[in-house]
């Protein structure tokens, strides 16, 4: 039961508290440039969520069975770059077969999530902080989750906003940093409350 309660705490630390989007300030590209829509957000944070995950997930054991016993700790960056990218191969493939007018909607955001620094952050965090093989999976799929909530919620403000009596000289990008501004300083009020 206490290995059931720290794995809840993990995944509350990584998806709400310190929120990789909104406290960390990883993963603000695809953050900012697809939230315009709800739906298109949501498709983004479950491509973001798979990846990270399974990205999480095989760098730990990419990590812990067989860089750490060969000390070629050194080649863990390019290690787990690697399965990053050939997650995001997969993700890609899928959304392009399944979701066609989704594939077209994301443009040039599908592909950057190689270059997505939330994941490769969690996978960095995960060997910083330490954590055990359940650990990493709860923090990958919290994560994933975390980036999921952050930018939904940018989407549902941004589609509302299209409504609003916004002053000309704010439209854009003004407004979207301002409320990105304010949801981080809201999320920043989490803070300290568990550690990780």
Partial sequence: METFSHLIVVFISIAVVNNLVLTKFLGICPYL??????????????????????????????????LVPLELDYLKYIAFIMVIASMVQLVEMYVRKFFPPLYESFGIFLP???TNCAILGVCLFIDLWGYGFLEAVVAGLGGGLGFTLAICIMGGIRE?????????ALKGAGITLITAGIMTLAFMGFSGMIKG
Avoid: H, Q, Y
């Fill in 33 to 66: 440039g697809v939230s315009r829509k709800v739906d298109m957000a949501f498709g983004m944070g479950c491509a973001v969520t798979f990846v990270m995950t399974i990205s999480a997930t095989l760098t730990w054991l990419i990590n812990i069975k067989i």
């Fill in 160 to 168: 509302n906003l299209e409504w609003a009596d916004v002053p000309d």
């Fill in 112 to 114: 950057l999530i190689v």
